[in-house]
């Protein structure tokens, strides 16, 4: 099927995009890798961060304040100031869509207290706002005609001449390779904190699959070394225990029985100090056992019944165990705002790096860069596709993936891809995970190395072309060690602990790298890695404006 705008990625950001793409009568399709319920954008509990008064400009300066205080010098105050701006409107737009935030006894939207927030703004239904958001953006995209294509396991771009033509996807219930020509593509597929399997709230899906693509279609990576390790996920599955917790009053302890940090300081703060007390020998609980069953019933029902069938704790009378865990990515895709330096080409959510979150995501502002971004990728996407003409596929890349695919049915292997995925997962916690070091670092990238080298023996036990889960497999482990690889040089090139990166032989954050650090594949395994004093994206697309003006 021929399409003129294709998304990538079926979460807020891509509903979004897909939903306004589809308002200037474009065929518009959404390409999912597996069930279209499933995203992380449904396991955003807490809720959704907005100034709903538009005229109160100071409240809105607050709230871009506090979010650039957050990034901790690497915001990119234009795209922040958009976000906090819009935010009223796009709560205006979900409503009208279908979705019932909970409201006071006034019927206005209630808002609760998150983490580096000076202001209650976090809009939410119940402890499932992501979820209760997903289920009515899927029914209006469906409703406005936009089709879904689930089980497609995307694996290159196709482009001419810098101008996006296409996408290449694996067509899972049969293994085959299928093009999918386009006017424009919207990426929207997610971050990539899944490669730290078995540390993270995200499910393997998330391993930086499109920032993969990214890499081998020329683009820059920025700011890969800004892991987010939520504070409080369940100890033994790493369940989210929702930040909504802590602000509806739950109390962060340790077995002594101590408070030991302010709940509600930023997601990095408290991650450091309950890593911390484990490390001392101290358990770290969340404790809601002052607040009433009628509360918790009512604000945190899906913690209620989280707790009970996944640890065995009643939250109303028992301390809920607790553990830091890998749970949102603030580096991305290069992007100015939305676009790319492939015309055509358009990311959005959180597998972009606009500069919205910079060092250091708030509670409560993915679920809005989401829909804020997602939005805007739309339209600049529909506009894209009005004035443009499709273009040759370069059937080049087609080969090429068919052969890939091919080569890992046809011969046989005796190792085991899932072992290979834990011990990346482990390795990647111990040593880039909520704390860093060079000797650590190194080792790591040399570890890497010797698993990327393992996964291209990997091959299919099963041989069945039929809905076949370890050709995706090893493909989505390929994608994440490549994507790994790019962590550690950004945390290596990072000599200052800033935000969300912490390196313990530099504890001090160090002005001279007030800077974004970028990342390009050069070819497969060699990297390039700089700081952006050039701002090198918005000099990539002025060139292409004045190159289209000649």
């Known amino acids: 099927m021929i399409y003129d705008v294709i998304v990538v990625g079926g979460g807020i950001a891509g509903l979004m995009a897909a939903i306004e793409a589809k308002k200037d009568n474009n065929k518009v399709a959404v390409l999912t890798k597996g069930n279209i319920f499933k995203t992380n954008s449904g396991m955003a509990s807490g809720g959704i961060n907005a100034v709903l008064n538009s005229n109160d400009k100071d409240e809105i300066e607050k709230h871009i304040e506090d979010t650039l205080k957050g990034a901790r010098g690497l915001g990119n105050k234009k795209a ?17 869509y279908g979705v019932e935030f909970d409201r006071n006894s ?4 209630s808002q609760r207290s998150f983490g580096g927030g000076s202001s209650k703004r976090t809009c939410y239904v119940g402890d499932k706002t992501g979820f209760a958001i997903m289920q009515i953006l899927i029914k209006k995209a469906k409703s406005v005609g936009v089709a879904f294509l689930a089980n497609n396991f995307v694996m290159n771009l196709t482009q001419i001449n810098n101008n996006v033509s296409g996408v290449v996807a694996i067509r899972r219930f049969d293994s085959s390779v299928v093009v999918y020509p386009a006017k424009s593509v919207i990426l929207s597929g997610g971050g990539y904190a899944g490669i730290y399997r078995g540390y993270s709230t995200n499910s ?3 391993n930086g699959d499109v920032h ?33 917790a802590r602000g509806e009053g739950g109390y962060l302890v340790n077995s002594q029985g101590e408070r030991f940090v302010d709940e509600l300081d930023t997601r990095d703060i408290v991650a450091r100090a309950i890593g911390k007390e484990i490390k001392e020998g101290r358990e770290v609980f ?19 019944k989280a707790a009970s069938i996944q640890a065995g704790i009643d939250v109303t009378s ?9 749970h949102y990515t603030m580096g991305g895709i290069e992007a100015d705002m939305t676009k790319t330096k492939i015309k055509g080409l358009f990311v959005c959510g959180e597998c972009a790096s606009n500069g919205v979150h910079g060092a250091n995501r708030l509670g409560g502002n993915s679920l809005l860069e989401g829909a804020v971004f997602g939005e805007l990728a739309g339209m600049e996407a529909s506009i894209f596709a009005k004035r ?63 698993l990327r080298r393992e996964a291209a023996t990997l091959h299919c036990m099963d041989k069945g072309r039929q809905n076949n889960v370890e050709l995706i497999a090893i493909l989505e482990l390929k994608n994440a060690l490549e994507v790994s690889e790019t962590v550690v040089l950004g945390a290596l090139k990072r000599e200052e602990s800033r935000g969300a990166h912490i390196r313990k032989d530099f504890l001090e954050t160090n002005e001279k790298y007030s800077r974004s650090i970028l990342i390009n594949e050069l070819k497969k395994g060699y990297f390039k890695v700089w700081f952006d004093d050039e701002n090198s994206l918005v000099k990539a697309l002025r060139k292409v404006f004045i190159n289209n003006i000649k």
Not at 318 to 326: D, M
Not at 400 to 413: A, E, G, M, R
């Open 286 to 304: 969340i404790d809601l056992r002052h607040l009433s069953l009628e509360h918790i019933e009512k604000k945190l029902p899906s913690l209620l």
């Open 318 to 326: 028992e301390l809920l165990p607790i553990k830091p865990v890998a």
């Open 212 to 244: 993969a693509i990214a890499l081998r279609a020329g683009l820059n990576l920025k700011d890969m070394e800004f892991v987010q390790f939520h504070p409080t996920g369940f100890v033994k599955t790493s369940y989210l225990v929702s930040e909504a």
């Open 204 to 206: 393997q899906d998330y």
């Open 80 to 96: 922040i100031s958009y976000m906090c701006n819009r935010a009223s409107s796009i709560i205006e737009k979900m409503i009208d």
């Open 388 to 450: 443009r003409s499709f273009l040759p596929i370069d059937y080049n890349i087609v080969v090429k993936d068919q052969s890939i695919v091919d080569n890992i049915f046809d011969l046989d292997t005796t190792k085991n891809f899932n072992a290979i995925r834990i011990t990346l997962g482990k390795t990647m916690f111990d040593h880039v995970g909520i704390t860093r070091e060079e000797e650590g670092l190194r080792k790591t990238f040399d570890y890497l190395k010797y």
């Open 106 to 109: 006034d019927g206005n939207i």
